[in-house]
């Protein structure tokens, strides 16, 4: 776990969720067409991500969560958000959880969100800190760690 990229613990526990509903389908919390409007935040939430990968392409700085970050970035998305692709990822998360309608998918979804915010976010936090001193501080009383 210690080294698994967001994405892919994002996909982990998607799957985790199908599988539930498949082998282990109790507690369907919401009904079968008020699950559709879920759809529209979980574009949204992959969108968020894609919006940041791309910001980060863009000014040629690195993505990869456990290499050194290399350069801040303020302005996009991230002048709202610390964090915006991983709050994609929350947000696509919970609304796969909810077009799949059961408790436990939530439940992943919640134990999903737990983990991005006291490891990753915390973690990469941290390093920015160090890397960026003042200045990242100063961006930590301007913008909210999600929203």
Same mark, same amino acid.
């Given at each position: ?35 559709? !409007?879920? %759809?529209?935040?979980?574009? =949204? ?10 910001? @980060?392409?863009? &000014? ?43 408790? !436990?998918? %939530?439940?992943?979804?919640? =134990? ?10 915390? @973690?990469?936090? &941290? ?21």
């Amino acid at each position: 776990m210690k080294r698994m990229l967001p994405p892919v613990f994002l996909l982990l526990c998607v799957a985790a969720m199908a599988l539930s509903q498949i082998f282990f389908p109790v507690a369907q919390i919401v009904p079968w067409p008020h699950r559709l !409007v879920a %759809l529209l935040p979980l574009i =949204i939430g992959i969108g968020m991500a894609v919006l940041g990968k791309r910001q @980060f392409a863009r &000014e040629g700085t690195n993505i990869h969560t456990f290499n050194d970050p290399d350069k801040m970035i303020t302005t996009g998305l991230f002048a709202y958000s610390r964090n915006p692709m991983y709050l994609g990822f929350a947000i696509a998360a919970f609304s796969a959880a909810i077009c799949m309608g059961g408790a !436990v998918p %939530l439940g992943i979804a919640l =134990i999903h969100f737990v983990v991005l915010d006291r490891w990753y976010v915390s @973690f990469e936090e &941290e390093r920015m800190s160090e890397q960026f001193g003042d200045a990242y501080d100063d961006y930590l009383l301007q913008v909210r760690r999600w929203l």
